[in-house]
């Protein structure tokens, strides 16, 4: 068994993946409204906002673990245009679809409305988010990868 070499504590087994519950722009809605507003699935959901619909697909953003070779994941909400949203549920189409990132993945700072494309794999897999490239924090985590130590700060954010 390994220990981190800053802490001192073993983060094997630890849960790697978050699962945020709800796009921000579902999320800012008073609870009571919601039901009249927006549909949510455990994938998908539509938010109608005034005169239009707005799309949300969920989908897994990896960061990559150096340490051991695995990664973090963040399972999150990824707008995109209606197309491609009946596409995507359709499992149909191979290149990647563009959409925005539309939640705030904490603790990374002003992360909705990152531009990422979206790339189908298996069916029972959630599409893989991959962060458009921006000079945001997030966006080096996963094109650099994050230590060991820094997924267990992560799980941290939300015990």
């Given at each position: 068994?390994?220990?981190?070499?800053l802490?001192?504590?073993?983060?094997?087994?630890?849960?790697r993946?978050?699962?945020?519950?709800?796009?921000?722009?579902?999320?800012?809605?008073?609870?009571?409204?919601?039901?009249?507003?927006?549909?949510?699935?455990?994938?998908?959901?539509v938010?109608?906002?005034?005169?239009?619909?707005r799309?949300?697909?969920?989908?897994?953003?990896?960061?990559?673990?150096?340490?051991?070779?695995?990664?973090?994941?963040?399972?999150?909400?990824?707008?995109?245009?209606?197309?491609?949203f009946?596409?995507?549920?359709?499992?149909?189409?191979?290149?990647?679809?563009?959409?925005?990132?539309?939640?705030?993945?904490?603790?990374?700072?002003f992360t909705?409305?990152?531009?990422?494309?979206?790339?189908?794999?298996?069916?029972?897999?959630?599409?893989?988010?991959e962060l458009?490239?921006?000079d945001?924090?997030?966006?080096?985590?996963?094109?650099?990868?994050?230590?060991?130590?820094r997924?267990?700060?992560?799980?941290?954010?939300?015990?």
């Amino acid at each position: 068994m390994s220990f981190c070499a800053l802490c001192g504590e073993s983060h094997a087994g630890e849960t790697r993946q978050l699962h945020l519950l709800l796009p921000e722009p579902i999320f800012r809605i008073e609870e009571a409204d919601r039901d009249g507003r927006a549909w949510v699935g455990s994938d998908s959901a539509v938010l109608r906002d005034r005169e239009q619909e707005r799309f949300f697909v969920r989908g897994l953003l990896e960061l990559p673990v150096a340490d051991d070779a695995g990664s973090f994941g963040y399972s999150t909400w990824i707008e995109v245009d209606e197309a491609a949203f009946d596409a995507l549920r359709e499992s149909r189409r191979n290149e990647p679809f563009a959409g925005t990132l539309a939640s705030e993945v904490h603790p990374y700072a002003f992360t909705e409305g990152l531009p990422v494309q979206i790339h189908l794999r298996d069916v029972d897999v959630l599409p893989l988010v991959e962060l458009d490239d921006a000079d945001h924090e997030l966006v080096r985590a996963q094109r650099n990868g994050i230590s060991a130590h820094r997924a267990h700060e992560l799980v941290a954010t939300v015990a």
